[in-house]
C-alpha cells in the first residue's frame, strides 16, 4: 500500500509543481502541516510564536462579503496584510473563497446564475491578485453542512464551484484550486460532484474528516475516497486527498487537554502514514472561555492573549505535541509503518538519507510491550510533548518498548540497517463477527488499493479441541472488503455458552494482523425473541413500527438463527426505536463485558445503532455503533468504556457492574427529518 500511494501521490504533486507555480506540499516534514486561524492581522507575538509551533500552513475563510462592498469593486488588502505576515515566516496560506454576499443574494449560499457569475468573478479576481504566493484555493467551506442556507443542495453547489473553476482558470491557469471541502466524510455528496466532472478542475479534494472516535479509523475511510477517485478522475490525473479541518475539541467528555495532544500526534502521524499532502488542525487557539462549550476549546494555545508575556498564548498539550512532532521529524518523510501483526499498534518509519527515525504508540486500551527487530545500538526516547525519556539499549537484535496511546519519538545513536529492513505492514483491519455457536465470520478490511494474498486461522483458548483449517485470503487491486466464514468445531462452547477465539494472518511468514483472543456469549434466542418495540423520543412526533421475527432480503450465513425485523414510519422531529425484553425477562448479563455485537442488515437511512444497559447504581450505559451508511448486511460493534454516553444512577461515570439489558437493539434517527425504513437485526453478542 505504502509504495504503491506514496507513487500516486507523488505523481499527483509532480503534475502539480512547476517552478513558476505553487504546488500542493512535499511529503517532508513538517511541509503539510498547519492549523485554521481566523484573523487576517496577528496580534503582536502570535505570528511568532505560531512558526515556533511548527505549522507551515493557515487555512483561512477569504470572504466575499467581506472583501466586495460595492459591485465590482473588490478590497483584498485585509489578505495582503496578512500574507505580508505569513511570507518571512516561510507559511503559506490555504483561502476558502466562501459565504453569500447580500449584494447578490439573500442568503449565505450562492443559488443563482447571477450569484454564481459574480461569485466567479470576484474569485478569479482573487486569484489573479495573489497568483504565484502560493495560495492554495479551496471553493466553500461544507457546503453539505449547515454553510449552505437554508439547505444543503450538492447540485446548487456544483453549479457554483464548475463556475467559480472556470473562471479561475482563465484569469490565473497555474493557481491550485481544491474542493470540496466537505463536513465529514461524506460519500454520496463527494460522488456527486466526482460524477459531475469537478475533477476535470480540482487538483486536490479537500475532506473534514471530523469524529469522536481514534483518528486512526480515517484510514479505511481514505481507502474508500482514493477507490471514488480511482473511480472518476480523469485519466491519467491523479488526486490526492486532503484533510482540510479536522480537530479534537478538549471540552468533549472523553478528550482532556492532555489527551487532545495525543490526538494531535496521532493525527497528523497517521495522515503522513497515509500519504495525505495537507494537514490543516482546528483551531489555532481556542475561541472562548466557556469551559462547557465544545466550540471554545479546540485549540492548540489558550484563549487569553497576554500581551506583556512570552509567549503570548498560554500553550496547551496539543501545541506543545505539534512543535515536538515536527521539531524530531523535521526533514524527514515517511517509509513505512513496520509489521507487528497487531493492527492496533503503530510503528512508522521515517528517513532522511540513511538517518531513520521510528514513532510507535498503540490505539489497544492499556500500555503494553512492543518489540521491533533492529540492529546493535542505543536509541534516545522523546514524548509526545518533548519530554525526554529513559534511553532503550538493543537486546539481541530486538527493541523493546511500553507503548501506550502517547507517540513515542525514538533516534537511533548510529545507522540501523536492521531496522530499516524490517518488513512494512499490509494494512488489514480484522474483525471477529460470530453468527452463532456454530459459525464465526471473519470481516477483514483491505485499507489498501494493492492486491494481498495471505493465510486466516482461527485460535482457540480451549485446550484440546483443534481449530479449522486456516483459509486463504486475497484482495485484488481495489477491491477493500472481504468476509470469510468458519464453522466452529463441537468442543467450541462451553458450559457457560461462551466461546473463546482469536484470529492470525500472516502474508507468508510476516504476521498482517493478529486478534488477541476473546470471550464471546450469545444472547439466549428466548430473551431476543420475546422482545417487543417502543418509540420514544418527543411526545409530539408521531411514528408507526413493528418488531417480528422475519426473513431478511438477503440471507446471512446461517439462515436457522433468528431475524428481527424492525419497521418503522416517523414524522420529522425526534424519535427513537427500542427493542425491548419482556417485562418477566431474565435481564442480567454475567461478568464484565467490554463491548457487544450482533449482524445489522441496513437499509442505508443513514440511521444509527445503539443498545442500552443499566449497570448495579442505575446508571443508564448507551454503547453506540457506527452510523448506517450501507446497505446490507455489516457486523457491529458497540464498546462499553467510560467513553460511552451515560446517565443516572451514581452519575459517576463509573461502570458499577453487574449489568442488565435495557434495550437489546436501539434504531436511532438522529436527523430528525420524516422517514421511513426497515432494518433486519441478529440477537447481541456479549463480548469479554
Known sequence: MN???????????????????????????????????????????????LAAGGFRWVRMDFVWGATERERGHYDFSAYDRLLATLEPHHIRALFILDYGNPLYEADSSVRTEAGRAAFAKWAAAAAQHFAGRGVLWEIWNEPNGGFWKPRADVQEYIALARATCQAIRAAAPREVIIGPATSGMDFPFLEACFQAGLLEWWDAVSVHPYRQDAPET????????????????????????????????????????????????????INLADHIPLSIWYDWHDDGPDPKESEHHFGTVAYEYHSQ???????????????????????????????????????????????????????????????IPASAGTFAVTTHTGDTAAPLEVQNQMLTITVSDAPQYLVPDRPNKLLARVPAAHPLRARLAPVSRKLMAVQVDNLDITPFRGTAALEWGETGTPPPAAQTIRFAAGETSRTLTFSLPDGAANANSEFRAGLKIRDGNIPACELPAQNFRPVSEDLFTNCHVA??????????????????????????????????????????????????????????????GCWVYSDGQRTAPRLRLTDATQQTWQ??????????????????????????????GVIHFPLHWDTLFLLDTPRETASQGTVYFTAPVVIY
Not at 352 to 358: A, I, P, T, W
Not at 590 to 596: D, K, L, N, S, T
Open 535 to 596: 418509540a420514544d423520543g418527543a411526545a409530539e412526533v408521531t411514528s408507526e413500527q413493528s418488531l417480528t421475527v422475519s426473513t431478511p432480503p438477503a440471507p446471512l450465513f446461517d439462515q436457522r438463527i433468528p431475524v428481527l425485523q424492525l419497521k418503522y414510519q416517523r414524522a420529522a422531529g425526534w424519535k427513537f426505536f427500542q427493542t425491548v425484553p419482556a417485562p418477566d425477562a431474565n435481564r442480567s448479563i454475567p461478568g464484565q463485558p467490554r463491548a457487544f
Open 3 to 49: 509504495r504503491y500511494l506514496l507513487l500516486l501521490c507523488l505523481i499527483a504533486l509532480t503534475a502539480c509543481a512547476t517552478p513558476s507555480s505553487p504546488a500542493l506540499p512535499g511529503a517532508t516534514v513538517p511541509d503539510g502541516l498547519g492549523v485554521n486561524i481566523h484573523f487576517t492581522d496577528a496580534q503582536p507575538g502570535e505570528m511568532e510564536m
Open 623 to 652: 454503547p453506540s455503533g457506527e452510523e448506517m451508511t450501507w446497505k446490507g448486511w455489516r457486523y457491529v460493534e458497540f464498546p462499553l468504556d467510560p467513553a460511552t454516553a451515560h446517565w443516572g444512577g451514581a452519575k459517576d
Open 218 to 269: 480515517v484510514t479505511a475511510d481514505y481507502a474508500h475516497l482514493h477507490q471514488l477517485l480511482a473511480r472518476y478522475a480523469p485519466r491519467g490525473k491523479t488526486i490526492p486527498i486532503l484533510s482540510g479541518e479536522w480537530g479534537y475539541s478538549s471540552a468533549w467528555s472523553n478528550v482532556s487537554a492532555d489527551q487532545q495532544g495525543k490526538l494531535l500526534a496521532r493525527q497528523w502521524l
Open 309 to 371: 508575556d512570552s509567549p503570548v498564548y498560554a500553550p496547551k498539550a496539543a501545541y506543545r505535541a505539534a512543535q515536538t512532532l515536527t521539531r524530531e521529524l523535521q526533514g524527514y518523510e515517511f517509509r513505512k509503518r513496520l509489521a507487528t501483526g497487531r493492527p492496533d499498534d503503530y510503528a512508522l518509519l521515517f528517513g532522511h538519507g540513511d538517518h531513520l527515525r521510528l514513532v510507535v504508540w498503540t490505539t489497544a486500551s492499556q500500555p503494553r510491550a512492543l518489540q
